[in-house]
């Protein structure tokens, strides 16, 4: 059956393949370009299934059976050291403090880096300046002033925003990619928030995210300092691609290394040039190509800082969720930055339901972290724990939901149909638990063991 329903799709877009090259000598080896169709077709298929959505969603595992992973060392309040190890050869290259409402041209990246060279960063770039989790709360005693810091060559006096320009240094096609980073360096001490959007070149709704929350930051009204790199894959935001141009996923790559592939590469650039500099992570997600999550968190519940961390984000889902390999939350949190990826909406897509979801969520961590002071109202409930499973398709056919993202199901509640539409036959997808759809398919064309529904089961919040 469902070679017959591919083979019916192949041959349909073979048809518009046909007027689109309907030129003599074009049509020279149509077998070829069957095969490749068919090929790309079941690609495309597949390879949803490498996705975070659908990896590592997995039930909490009891911290009884499993040892829970050791609480990054715990170390003091960083020290803002960068200003002054400067090397005294070197002319200070102050950052031009911007109002990043405005409309500014890009800015020009520094030659080369010094990360990319090769040169030992140990005191420029401290690695993952870990902050106790009392320094963060809100302080009513006198703030501290900040100090400047280096970031990308540059130097970000306090109390100033700036673009700055992050390029791995690696020619993509005789091309350098130079990608913005956005820079809000606070008039008062506090810890650095790092927001990184669009890993995958296609996931929208987080470059609005980062866009809306950065520029809504006043420098006089901050501690602490926010870098925002709005989309980290250029070259698959500018192709509409999940991927990076040699098909590989970036977020199976950090921490990257300097002489392995492309992905490694880029990689390592950013971990080091960027997100060493952090503290504290949001990396922004969407959900695959044609599935959508609900806002929620992935974190890794068994790590004790990553459970705190989640405490931050107002009225959102939170999934445990231990990552893959090579991710960048998972990279960030080994090298003891406190990280999560935040889901919102699917790709492709500007959602704006979603996107204030995500800011909300972004300024109630910043605010409860002592950032900034809007006296923010939280919701009820605040961050709500689940766990979760994905029901698959059983036959392949055309899936139709008959629920909504975010319904409440119970145990045995049909969620949708697959459809065969040769045979007519209908076959209803019903929930395997009570709880809440956190993710879904959109409707389309699904094979046999597609992740359909996400169902996520209210969990205890961990750690009390
Ligand atoms: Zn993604």
Same mark, same amino acid.
């Given at each position: ?10 041959t349909s ?10 030129? &003599? ?12 169709a +068919?090929?790309?077709?079941?690609a ?8 975070e959505? /659908? ?11 499993? =040892? ?20 005294? %050869? ?14 500014? =041209? ?7 880096l ?5 040169? &030992?960063?140990? =005191? ?15 302080e009513?005693? #006198? ?16 109390? +100033? ?10 020619q ?26 669009? @890993? ?61 592939t492309?992905?490694?590469? /880029? ?31 992935? #974190?890794?519940?068994? !790590?004790p800082?990553?459970a ?12 445990? $969720? ?9 990279a960030?949190? %080994? ?11 699917? $790709?492709?897509?500007?959602?704006? !339901? ?7 969520g972004?300024?109630s961590?910043?605010?409860? !972290? ?9 919701? %009820? ?9 994905? /029901?698959r398709?059983? !036959? ?5 939901s ?6 409440? @199901? ?26 809440r @759809?956190?993710?879904?398919? @959109? ?9 359909a ?12």
């Amino acid at each position: 059956m469902l070679q017959a329903r591919l083979r019916h799709s192949t041959t349909s877009a073979l048809t518009l393949l046909i007027v689109a090259l309907a030129t &003599p000598g074009a049509l020279a080896d149509v077998t070829v370009a069957k095969t490749k169709a +068919t090929t790309l077709l079941v690609a495309e298929l597949a390879e949803d299934e490498s996705v975070e959505d /659908i990896e590592r969603s997995e039930p909490r595992r009891d911290s009884a059976s499993e =040892p829970a992973r050791p609480p990054a060392p715990d170390v003091p309040a960083p020290v803002n050291t960068e200003a002054s190890t400067i090397p005294a %050869d070197k002319p200070r290259e102050i950052a031009p403090n911007i109002d990043l409402k405005e409309v500014a =041209p890009l800015p020009e990246p520094e030659p080369a880096l010094a990360e990319d060279r090769g040169i &030992p960063v140990a =005191p420029d770039a401290p690695p993952a300046e870990h902050v106790a989790p009392e320094a963060l709360e809100p302080e009513p005693a #006198a703030p501290v002033p900040a100090e400047s810091f280096t970031l990308l060559g540059k130097e970000i006096l306090p109390g +100033t925003a700036t673009r700055l320009a992050w390029s791995p240094g690696i020619q993509i096609a005789g091309l350098s990619q130079i990608t913005p980073v956005l820079v809000v360096n606070g008039v008062n001490k506090g810890p650095t928030l790092c927001l990184t959007a669009a @890993v995958h070149g296609d996931e929208l709704n987080g470059i609005e995210i980062v866009r809306r929350t950065m520029y809504d930051l006043n420098p006089e009204k901050l501690s602490g300092r926010v870098i925002g790199v709005p989309i980290v894959n250029l070259t698959g935001f500018q192709q509409g691609s999940r991927y990076l141009p040699d098909r590989r996923d970036l977020n199976r790559h950090f921490p990257g290394s300097p002489d392995g592939t492309l992905a490694d590469r /880029i990689a390592h650039s950013l971990f080091n040039n960027v997100v060493r500099h952090c503290n504290m992570l949001v990396d922004i997600h969407t959900g695959s190509l044609k599935r959508t999550n609900l806002p929620q968190l992935r #974190a890794d519940m068994n !790590h004790p800082d990553v459970a705190e961390f989640t405490r931050g984000f107002d009225r959102m889902a939170v999934v445990h $969720s231990s990552g893959s390999p090579g991710m960048l939350r998972s990279a960030a949190t %080994d090298a003891g930055i406190r990280a999560v990826t935040l889901e919102a909406g699917e $790709s492709l897509r500007i959602q704006e !339901h979603q996107i204030d979801a995500g800011v909300n969520g972004l300024n109630s961590l910043m605010e409860k !972290h002592g950032m900034i002071s809007r006296m923010f109202v939280w919701g %009820d409930p605040e961050p709500v724990y689940y766990d979760s499973t994905w /029901i698959r398709a059983q !036959h392949g056919g055309i899936l139709f939901s008959e629920i909504k993202l975010g319904a409440t @199901v119970s145990e045995g509640d049909i969620l949708g149909y697959v459809a065969d539409p040769i045979t007519n036959e209908q076959h209803p997808i019903r929930a395997t638990a009570d709880g809440r @759809v956190i993710g879904m398919a @959109v409707d389309q064309v699904v094979m046999a063991g597609f992740a359909a529904y996400h169902i996520g089961t209210e969990a205890q919040v961990p750690g009390e």
